[in-house]
């Protein structure tokens, strides 16, 4: 049996691929889907024309590995596709944040990916396809959002390397790195903080982005990577100093917080009410 397995379906990135692929791949035969949320799964088999199992366990903890483990032992399939899209980021400094939520940050975004990809690797067909979501966080550091940026940088730089490893072999590796994307992200990313207002002006359509990551890995590309605003941050990461990087972003981050507040005195003295700044989610941070 040919399948497609997806971490992180039940919202975001995960499931628009999921969508992208049932949609676009005819050989995928059925849908291994990962995600704690079990009526969003039920609800995104319904968009689906193939049949589904899902695995709700938590995807940091040793027991969701030995589900998939046991699955992939009994029911030896042919995975055609794998899409690590699992992952989450807190807004925060390092100092700031809890040893939890960044340990978490880490179990996940780099312990669960290099796990999940471990155990399907024997069952991936020839010419299969991996896909990998990074982030356009991955091209620098990124101060109040280390941890994730760095988890990011990991994913990226695994991604490449397995790339080189499997190249005699078919299988082709993909890591997505994208910036801002309209998803549920940041709903969570900003209980511990607020990304600079600036990232909003990068929003991209997560539609669009998934369906370039796909073609992208058709292609056997080894990164995707959406919208020309991004393509040129990760030029300039790699021809600028990263001293001089960090001092443009502390410079406009500054600025960008001084309007912030002008805007909301101004609110304040014309409505008396303070402003409100509706936040957008999105699945991967610039």
Known sequence: MKIAIITGASSGMGRRMAIELND????????????????????????????????????QTSTARDTLQRALAEETPEIVFLVNAAGYGQIGTIRGLSLEDQLGMVDLNIGALTAITRLCLPYMATKSRIINFASSAAFLPQPNFAVYAASKSYVLSFSQSLAEELRSTGIRVTAVCPGPVKTEFFERAETSGHIPFYKYLFMANPEKVCHLALMDSVLGKEMSVYGVSMKLLRVLSKLLPTKLIMLSMRLLNGSCARDAHAANAGDQLVTGSAFHHKKAGSEEAL
């Open 24 to 59: 676009t791949i005819p050989n995928i035969e059925a849908f291994w889907l990962f995600g704690r949320r079990l009526e969003r799964l039920e609800a995104l088999e319904k968009q689906l024309t193939k049949p589904c199992r899902f695995f709700t366990d938590d995807l």
